[in-house]
């Protein structure tokens, strides 16, 4: 047996390089720390696009009835929540996936159909993990800039899709800009996509959009093309916490694929009761996301009547150009109990995005930033 010297070099696992390199995921600041740094108990959280107003009292319910069984092992299939999603949707189930968040999804899509040397397209600024992720398996990365206007350059991503991208990962409504395509955008895209190319359309925000925007899944469906559809019922169900998404696959094929790339049990009992008791309550959904809406383009208006850039939006947050380092400015606001979420993508980094928060926290934001550029 070999003995070391002491001084020498201590042995090292193999670190997977593609994992070193990843640029790190914003997840943004939690509770605590926000109270720690800023010394106030009242705290506006806005940076993680989290409903506001909670979840479903049916959600309450079943979750405090006992019929969850926290002592055995949660559905791996997910059953009743694919079949119930599978009605609402007109899909078969066979061609659902139940992620612990979309998240999972995306990293799924990733594994299972990128490997190294293999190409994604996207946008920028773009969602973290629609570039970590198809990194970490060691394929590149396109984006394609937004316009000067804060929007989709449809014909710039029609150009790109003609290299023939292994996966093109769409955000619409767009996580962190807030534009969404509509119909003719959205048919454009889609025809420009080269059937080789697995469209990955990310409509985690879809419950938000106006009448203008259409259902990707509905537009999908007739394409006659591989695609996924991600949803999630983290945003306009309130269940963040509780991380569950899905995805709807264009084929069996493909949603087994998904799956195979996923861990078992990935979903647990609590989420997947949860989502089903927040899919049996879509009023309380509905009126909600009203609400939201409203509060955004009050917030929106007023962002603009300080002489802020700030992008139209679909979502249930607002994405500015603050004018100067938005790390700065994410600090200040911080100081005032108001945290958002500073854009930190090359570029970019002048811009933030802020959540639509409750009508006294939207006002806690509004208040802070007014102080903060007029000083």
Same mark, same amino acid.
């Given at each position: 047996?070999?003995?070391? =010297? ?5 042995? =090292? ?42 979840? %479903? ?8 009835? !006992? ?6 092992? %949660? ?19 066979? =061609? ?9 999804? @995306?990293? /799924? ?18 969602? !973290?993990?629609?570039? @970590? ?58 025809? /420009?996509?080269?059937?080789? %190319? ?78 089903? /008791? ?11 996301? %009203? ?80 102080? @903060?550029?007029?000083?």
């Amino acid at each position: 047996m070999k003995v070391e =010297e002491p001084g020498s070099p201590q042995a =090292e696992p193999y670190y997977n390089p593609h994992v070193a390199a990843l640029p790190k995921y914003n997840a943004g600041l939690n509770l605590a720390a926000a109270k720690a740094v800023s010394g106030l108990d009242q705290i506006a959280r806005l940076a993680s696009n989290e409903n506001p107003h909670g979840c %479903s009292p049916a959600v309450s319910r079943v979750l405090s009835d !006992g019929s969850v069984e926290f002592w055995r092992y %949660s559905d791996p299939n997910c059953e009743l929540l694919r079949a119930t999603l599978a009605a609402r949707l007109e899909v078969d189930a066979n =061609e659902i996936v139940i992620g612990n968040g979309s998240e999972e999804m @995306i990293a /799924a899509a990733s594994r299972a159909f990128l490997t190294e040397g293999a190409s994604a397209l996207t946008v920028a600024p773009c969602f !973290g993990l629609h570039e @970590i992720e198809p990194l970490a398996v060691g394929a590149s990365v396109i984006k394609v800039p937004m316009t000067a206007d804060f929007d989709f350059d449809v014909p710039a991503i029609a150009a790109a899709l003609s290299s023939g991208p292994n996966i093109f990962f769409l955000p619409s409504p767009w996580n962190p800009v807030g534009a969404a395509l509509d119909h003719a955008g959205l048919a454009r895209v889609i025809e /420009a996509t080269p059937k080789t %190319s697995l469209f990955v359309l990310d409509e985690a925000y879809h419950e938000f959009v106006s009448d203008a925007i259409p259902d990707g899944l509905a537009m999908l469906k007739k394409a006659q093309r591989p695609y996924i559809v991600l949803r999630t019922f983290s945003k306009a169900f309130g269940l963040a916490g509780l991380r569950v998404g899905y995805a709807v696959c264009s084929s069996i094929k493909i949603a087994k694929m998904l799956s195979a790339a996923k861990t078992p049990f990935n979903v647990n009992a609590v989420a997947q009761a949860a989502a089903v /008791a927040a899919l049996g309550d879509e009023a309380w959904m509905r009126e909600a996301v %009203s609400r939201i809406r409203v509060e955004r383009d009050r917030v929106a208006a007023a962002l603009g009547a300080m002489g802020l850039r700030v992008a139209r939006s679909e979502g249930n947050f607002l994405f500015f150009d603050s004018g100067r380092d938005s790390a700065e400015l994410a600090i200040d606001l911080l100081r005032a109990g108001v945290v958002v979420k500073p854009w930190l993508e090359p570029s970019y980094r002048t811009f933030v995005r802020a959540s639509i928060g409750t009508a006294a926290e939207n006002d806690q934001l509004l208040a802070a930033l007014s102080a @903060i550029l007029q000083a």
